[in-house]
């Protein structure tokens, strides 16, 4: 399986601060097809996931650009710039290169 | 508006069976492979089971090969989870979602238990 190291396991920011995420992976994660599928999902407190960025560096439909993503192969990065409010919950990246689908542990973005 | 709403979970004892239902609106059901995913109490995310578009394909971790059934009817736009020989370890939320997770739904809460 691949296994899915994001750093770090949480962060403690201040409003308009920016921030940077990491995810490793155990294996490469481009698909035969060319393509990598490596996705960044926000999960709000009480709330289901919400995709923010699929394939690296696509912004899903109405996601700020103050989000953005970068990385090939095994390491990727996802930075937020000018954090906001709504903003704040856990972040996983998730990979569908292989199955089994595998996530990150996930990394909780918390009010300093 | 894309919806997708689960149904079907409670509170059951270990071994039992449980099916879970996900109602699909909003999009074209038929195009998209779907999935389950679980988080378990206070934990991340684990994905469960995925389906191709027209059913002939199913995938499944080995947490749960064997025991779950994941299923769909395209003219019913909806998503199901038979889930067998359950056990603590299932308790969890489980989402219905479209990979590559841009839609999901709700959750819906199922809990093992005697």
């Known amino acids: 399986d691949v296994v899915m190291t994001q750093t770090p396991p949480s962060l403690s920011v201040a409003i308009g601060q920016s921030v940077s995420i990491s995810c490793k992976s155990s294996?490469?994660?481009?698909?035969?097809?060319?393509?990598?599928?490596l996705h960044w999902l926000l999960q709000s407190p009480g709330r289901s996931p919400k995709r923010l960025i699929y394939?690296?560096?696509n912004l899903g439909s109405g996601v700020p650009d103050r989000f953005s993503g970068t990385g090939s192969q095994k390491d990727f990065t996802l930075k937020i710039s000018r954090v906001e409010a709504e903003d704040l919950g856990v972040y996983y990246c998730?990979?569908?290169?292989?199955?089994?689908?595998?996530f990150g542990a996930g990394t909780k973005l918390e009010l300093k | 508006e894309v919806q997708l709403v689960e149904s079907g979970g409670g509170l059951v004892q270990p071994g039992r069976s449980l099916k879970l239902s996900c109602a699909a609106s909003?999009?074209?059901?038929?195009?998209?492979?779907m999935a389950w995913v679980r988080q378990a109490p206070k934990k991340g995310l684990e994905w469960v089971a995925t389906?191709?578009?027209?059913?002939?394909?199913?995938y499944y971790p080995d947490s749960v090969k064997g025991r779950f059934t994941i299923s769909r009817d395209n003219a019913k736009s909806s998503l199901y989870l038979q889930m067998n020989s359950l056990k603590s370890e299932d308790t969890a939320t489980y989402y219905c979602a479209s990979p590559p997770f841009d839609y999901w739904g709700q959750g819906v809460m199922v809990t093992v238990s005697s």
């Open positions: 294996q490469s994660l481009v698909y035969s097809d060319g393509k990598t599928y």
């Open positions: 394939q690296v560096s």
């Open positions: 998730a990979q569908t290169t292989h199955f089994p689908y595998t």
């Open positions: 909003g999009f074209t059901f038929s195009n998209y492979y």
């Open positions: 389906i191709s578009t027209s059913g002939s394909r199913t």
